[in-house]
Nanobody, 123 residues
């Protein structure tokens, strides 16, 4: 069984920072593309960022460029999302997901998903 577990969510004030972590068990995702997606109340699940298995290629949603940074430590089987300059529009449940074959911004291309971690930004 493949399990992805997100952690690091919480409540912060506008302008604050959080670092989310996604750790896989059951299999390594060291050769997988890993992405972050988010879902705000009453909205669909949106792309946030993705990273190639080497860490050499990243893609970000326009809404988070310059504020968020995705990285990975394959030795720890963990992918991170550093979130800076948070604002109310970033409030959502954040999910990590693993794509065993491709490199995509499309949620339908991802194979395994975590349960999500809540990020709430207030001021």
């Amino acid at each position: 069984q493949v399990q992805l577990v997100e952690s690091g969510g919480g409540s912060v004030q506008t302008g604050g920072s959080l670092r989310l972590s996604c750790t896989a068990s059951g299999r390594t995702f060291s050769r997988d593309t890993v992405g972050w997606f988010r879902q705000a109340p009453g909205k669909g699940r949106d792309f946030v960022a993705t990273i190639s298995y080497t860490g050499g290629t990243t893609i970000y949603a326009d809404s988070v460029k310059g504020r968020f940074a995705i990285s990975r430590d394959n030795a720890k089987n963990t992918v991170y999302l550093q979130m800076n300059s948070l604002n109310a529009d970033d409030t959502a449940v954040y999910y990590c997901a693993s794509d065993v074959r491709g490199f995509s911004k499309d949620a339908t291309d991802y194979d395994y998903w975590g349960q999500g971690t809540q990020v709430t930004v207030s001021s």
